[in-house]
């Protein structure tokens, strides 16, 4: 009756009460024969159920073998006791036996979860040398531990700590997507599990193409893109997103748009993300035109005008000195809903204009109708702007004016404040 609880118990998983059950054969010698194939169920619960102590102890008493170590270094490991796994781990190398692939990838896996990503990438870089061969997992952690190094070190630009000998950053990201795909052995890197080339997960992919977006490699991220659905992996709205911020922020605007092109061939519906980044290739660009003929272009995809995006195709227009577009823009914006009406951001945007147009009575008067007629209140960044505007026109007298005003309207001078207050 006991075996067939137990053998009942293994098929749905409920390992704890495995555990239960093996408590009560030890207590009551002679209840069941514990053979082989009894303190090999019972070392499997206690690797699910990270019971390192308690599967060491049956190992002891079973017998010692390699699937059996494995398992227990496994049970150590979940539990967090790197010590004890390790040391196990060197008994199971004077026996002259080898860790499985699940070990090695769950050792990583725990270095991971506990910061260590170092170790699980030297980890990585052990495999071969310790005769065991990689499998999809196995490159999905190291993907994912090259990735992370890649945002903790974001200022260095993708330059990890020195941590292994065959790459760093986006790199090393790309080279061991390359190598899961590869029909023999890429240099540096492990044996792939039968010799057979691995196709990537959609997660694989993604990690790579986030981690050369956010290291500024444009053209690689839309390559891998392009992989990734040759491969017949699904990238939806967000990654597409992804790749054409990053070739927005390189100014990249017709590759931007051909990704767009790309979205409809597979309907994917474009959302505003999409319509940002389009627009802040125009501004990178200097296409103020462009931002205004994707601005009109929305409704044919569904989507209404916001705040957001009346924002970015002003800034486009300022920074190109196109004032008469950018008044155009907020004439739209004050007949728009709530979600398109003019912010702090928009007005401060249209003083730019004024100031580039060196045309500081008409800055100063947008600031008092800031106030007076818009009731938005001006920030710092609207009173320096004004400040600029008269400086660069030679009214230093009002530009102090408004430096010493700062305090009545609530606002604290920042440098820029103090900055343009020296040089006055």
């Known amino acids: 009756a006991y075996l067939a609880v137990g053998e009942a118990c293994a098929r749905p998983s409920r390992y704890a009460i495995i555990l239960n059950l093996y408590q009560r054969f ?3 010698p002679g209840l069941v024969d514990l053979n082989a ?4 169920t019972v070392l499997y619960a206690c690797e699910r159920q990270a019971d390192g102590v308690l599967g060491e102890s049956i190992m002891r008493t079973a017998g010692e073998n390699a699937e059996r170590y494995n398992r227990v270094i ?5 539990q967090l006791e790197i010590t004890d796994a390790v040391r196990l781990y060197r008994e199971l190398q004077q026996k002259g036996w080898k860790l499985e692939t699940s070990t090695i990838n769950l050792m990583m896996q725990v270095c991971f979860a506990i910061k260590q990503i170092d ?25 994912r531990s090259a990735a992370a190094l890649v945002s903790i070190n974001a200022p260095a630009k993708g330059g990890p700590r020195a941590s292994t000998d065959i790459g760093k950053g986006w790199v090393l990201c790309l080279r061991l997507l390359n190598a899961m795909r590869s029909k023999e052995q890429a240099q540096g890197m492990p044996r792939i599990k039968g010799g057979l080339p691995i196709v990537p997960s959609s997660y694989c ?12 490699e444009a053209e690689k ?10 491969a017949g992996c699904v990238a939806d709205a967000g990654l597409y997103a992804i790749v054409m911020r990053a070739c927005a922020q390189r100014g990249r605007i017709d590759d931007a748009f051909r990704l767009l092109d790309q979205m409809k061939e597979r309907k994917i519906a474009p959302e505003i993300a999409h319509i940002a980044a389009l627009l802040l290739a125009c501004e990178r660009r200097g296409d103020p035109q462009r931002s205004i003929e994707i601005l009109d272009s929305m409704p044919t995809f569904n989507l209404k005008p916001t705040t957001l995006t009346y924002n970015m195709a002003m800034s486009a227009c300022a920074k190109r000195g196109e004032l008469p ?5 907020l ?3 004050d007949l728009e809903s709530d979600e398109a009406k003019p912010d702090i951001v928009s007005l401060n945007t249209v003083l730019d204009a004024y100031k580039r147009a060196e045309k500081w009575e008409a800055c100063l008067e947008f600031l008092l109708k800031m106030e007076n007629e818009r009731r938005i209140k001006p920030d710092v960044v609207s009173v320096n702007t004004a400040i600029k505007a008269c400086k660069d026109n030679s009214q230093y007298e009002i530009a102090l004016q408004l430096f010493d005003g700062m305090g009545a309207r609530g606002l604290v001078p920042d440098s820029v404040s103090f900055t343009e207050a020296a040089i006055l």
């Open 119 to 143: 170790y699980s990438l030297r980890l990585f870089t052990a495999i071969d040398a310790l005769g065991i061969e990689a499998d999809e997992r196995t490159f999905t952690i190291a993907i």
């Open 331 to 333: 004439a739209k914006m």
């Open 26 to 28: 030890v207590g009551e």
């Open 37 to 40: 194939t009894i303190y090999d």
């Open 205 to 216: 992919f993604t990690t790579v193409i986030k981690c050369l977006a956010s290291s500024g």
């Open 221 to 230: 991220a839309e390559s891998v893109l392009g992989q990734m659905v040759k």
């Open 74 to 78: 496994r049970a150590r490991t979940k």
């Open 325 to 329: 577009l950018v008044e155009k823009l």
